[in-house]
Nanobody, 117 residues
Framework: QVQLVESGGGLVQPGGSLNLSCAAS????????MGWYRQAPGKQREFVAA???????NYADSVKGRFTISRDNAKNAVYLQMNSLKPEDTAVYYC???????????WGQGTQVTVSS
């Protein structure tokens, strides 16, 4: 089993920055990909960014150039640095862990990010 705990969300003004963290525990293998998704009120959960065990990254077009995903395999952690935040970035952000072998995806409980003046 895998447990994921997100932190770092909050209220920020447009143009501001936040850094989200996700701590993973349980049966964690650095080969597996980790990522971030978000869900705004009344909308479906959407992909934000992902990073493989080797450090290859992928981003949603809406966040390219503003968000940076990184991971620390020694700490079983993944991070999301969010810059130049916009009101449309407001959502609950979820950390994910994708098991390459079982194809199972684990989710955290989410952390709220609100971008508002």
């Amino acid at each position: 089993q895998v447990q994921l705990v997100e932190s770092g969300g909050g209220l920020v003004q447009p143009g501001g920055s936040l850094n989200l963290s996700c701590a993973a525990s349980g049966s964690i293998y650095s080969i597996n990909a980790m990522g971030w998704y978000r869900q705004a009120p009344g909308k479906q959960r959407e992909f934000v960014a992902a990073i493989t065990g080797r450090g290859l990254t992928n981003y949603a077009d809406s966040v390219k150039g503003r968000f940076t995903i990184s991971r620390d395999n020694a700490k079983n952690a993944v991070y999301l640095q969010m810059n130049s935040l916009k009101p449309e970035d407001t959502a609950v952000y979820y950390c994910s862990y994708s098991d390459y072998v079982t194809q199972e995806v684990s989710w955290g409980q989410g952390t709220q990010v609100t971008v508002s003046s």
